[in-house]
């Protein structure tokens, strides 16, 4: 590029329809390159949006040289004067359908080497092993970078929810000295000399928490070792979590959890409008009151609307799940539901039982388009009945000292929730697997690469 032009400041491509008649210096990449006799159109992206530039080698022999070597994802800047496209081939899909670049220079900032597949197509129909195997590459299509839009949105929202609320934001440690919820599915570690493991809930810290802030919020990576390969399943996840103290009972719990929920759903929809018709996504629906009834209930109607017994599992199989959300559409008109009273066994050391209904807990699972998207309740806030229960599920107390002391020192009634983001975007846009929801999926048969492959090259390089 000329010296002349480095004067000049970038202007991002979603700003060009401010700019008819002028000149501007554009910053991107080729998406896509048509040649149409003497005539070269790029489709240029940068993170603002697409915009079609024209390179005419009677405006710029130049500039035309230079497009003769462009291919897709070739960085470049472009100098260009912009006009208004002709009647007939205005984009009204596009922001910037109604302008066009004319190419005066370009200049190559980098070169790609030739692509495995095409991306200049509307959507990326790839198996997903091959979406996720090519992942540097497949995150920059513009149908795929919408999901993390929306995910962007998901979290943005929960943190401006809760701050309105009075939450304070921590963050929570991923090393912890034992799992938060017992059981095997927590990651051993070598710690230096000692045994440690990936956190599988900031369960702990975000009570630790409440006795500092009150009300608490964050955002975190989990880790599960669950030896789960489904379409519902990560190992690493990025959970939203909240607890706050000083509740009347635990319903407030599942009111707050019910606010920030509605306050993520309608700021998608009010932001990401554009991203729910690519995918033809429904808005979710959702009542003045989510509805909610108790794991009895819900596996009593199941049964009677499919003649399937599960009426004596302690949780929803996956197909329950399925079939509830189906029944709070048809006769609640609602995409959400409410799952409460899971029994004192299937939930973790510090839920609280009710005293009303003993055996069973005043906890609740959000259930979303038939998939568990958040769970929650009120949490023993009560010292002596902490330890007693967890002596009961073999609870190191002595690796949990400064979780007991929390309670110990005064904690108030308290209860908390956490939502699975994946699950979320997931549901939103009618995902068919999670691992699409997830920028990086972890699971068992990938961390990146998919294992298969790298442990046939570790047994083939010996």
């Known amino acids: 590029m000329s010296h002349a032009t480095l004067s000049i400041q970038r202007t991002l491509i979603v700003e060009t329809v401010d700019f008819v008649g002028k000149e501007v210096l554009l910053k991107g990449w080729v998406r896509l390159r048509r040649d149409h006799g003497k005539l070269i159109f790029l489709d240029i992206r940068d993170r603002s949006g697409l915009i079609q530039v024209v390179v005419n080698p009677k405006a710029s022999e130049r500039a035309h ?48 080497e030739a692509l495995p597949f095409d991306m200049g197509t509307d959507a990326l129909n790839l198996e997903l092993p ?21 995910q962007e949105t998901v979290i943005d929202a929960f943190r401006k929810v809760c701050k309105e609320k ?29 045994k440690a493991y990936l956190s599988q809930s900031p369960q702990f810290y975000k009570q630790i928490m409440v006795g500092v802030f009150e009300r608490v919020f964050t955002v975190n990576k989990t880790l599960r070792a669950e030896p789960s390969v489904t379409t519902r399943h990560l190992t690493e996840v990025t959970t939203l979590d909240a607890e ?27 932001e990401n409008s554009d991203i729910l018709r690519s995918y ?8 003045a009151k989510i509805p909610r009834i108790k794991l009895r209930e819900a596996q009593e109607i199941i ?9 004596q599992e302690e949780d929803l199989q996956p197909e329950d799940e399925k079939e509830i959300c189906k029944w709070s559409l048809e006769e609640k008109a609602s995409d959400l539901i409410f799952v409460t009273h899971y029994p004192v066994s299937k939930r973790p050391f510090y839920t609280f039982e009710d005293p009303k209904d003993m055996g069973f807990t005043l906890s609740f699972d959000l ?20 330890v007693e229960n967890a002596k009961k599920r073999k609870i190191d107390l002595k690796k949990s000292e400064i979780y007991l002391q929390a309670f110990r020192y005064g904690m108030p009634p308290e209860g908390g929730f956490s939502f699975g983001s994946e699950r979320i975007v997931m549901k939103i ?21 998919r294992l298969s492959l790298l442990d046939k090259e570790d047994k083939e390089s010996h």
């Not at 049964?303 to 009426?311: P, Y």
């Open 130 to 150: 091959t979406l996720l195997d090519h992942r540097g590459l497949t995150l920059r299509h513009p149908k795929i970078q919408a999901i993390f839009k929306v």
């Open 166 to 194: 009075g939450f304070s934001e921590f963050q929570s440690p991923v090393i912890i000295p034992q799992g938060a919820e017992g059981g095997s599915d927590v990651f051993e570690v070598q710690y230096f000399n000692h």
């Open 429 to 449: 846009l009618n995902l068919s697997n999670i691992r699409e929801a997830s920028l990086f999926p972890r699971d068992m048969e990938r961390v990146d690469e």
């Open 367 to 386: 259930l979303g388009r038939g998939i568990e998207i958040m769970t929650g309740g009120q949490r023993i806030n009560d010292y002596k009945k902490l």
């Open 303 to 311: 049964f009677k609307r499919t003649g399937r017994d599960n009426r």
């Open 280 to 287: 033809k996504a429904d808005p979710i629906k959702i009542p």
């Open 244 to 270: 706050f103290g000083f509740i009347n009972n635990w319903l407030e719990v599942m009111d707050m959890a019910e606010d920030v929920i509605k306050s993520m759903i309608n700021k998608v929809s009010a």
């Open 65 to 112: 040289k230079v497009a003769q070597e462009l291919k897709p994802e070739f960085v470049v800047e472009i100098l260009g004067k912009v006009n208004k496209r002709p009647q007939g081939t205005i984009n009204k899909d596009l922001p910037t359908g109604t302008v066009e670049l004319e190419a005066i220079e370009i200049t190559i900032l980098s070169e790609a």
